[in-house]
Nanobody, 113 residues
Framework: QVQLQESGPGLVKSSQTLSLTCTVS??????????WSWIRQPPGKAPEWIGA???????YYNPSLQSRTSISRDTSKNQFSLQLSAVTPEDTAVYYC?????WGQGTQVTVLS
């Protein structure tokens, strides 16, 4: 059974870089033709797609976040990561990772002003 688990700091100060890691268990993330994705849901708002990385090395980002977003992978650890720079309180949200249709449980990130 594939499971995903997000990890990272729950509190980040404004202007800092948010770093989250998604650890996958139950299968290898090197499975062909798959995407590693990040999504977030701010309080009281709809989910927002942040970006995705394809196993072939392509990257896709939400245009509104592209300049601040980086997604990377560590296949040796079966993990993929998100970095969001220059955060503001508007980046406060529950952050989710997703792979092959499976979602992590989400992790709350609060940006302090």
């Amino acid at each position: 059974q594939v499971q995903l688990q997000e990890s990272g700091p729950g509190l980040v100060k404004s202007s800092q870089t948010l770093s989250l890691t998604c650890t996958v268990s139950g299968d290898s993330i090197t499975t062909t033709n798959s995407y590693w994705s990040w999504i977030r849901q701010p309080p009281g708002k709809a989910p927002e797609w942040i970006g995705a990385s394809h196993y072939a090395g392509n990257y896709y980002y939400n245009p509104s976040l592209q300049s601040r977003t980086s997604i990377s992978r560590d296949t040796s650890k079966n993990q993929f990561s998100l970095q969001l720079s220059a955060v503001t309180p508007e980046d406060t949200a529950v952050y989710y990772c997703r792979w092959r249709g499976v979602w992590g449980q989400g992790t709350q990130v609060t940006v302090l002003s």
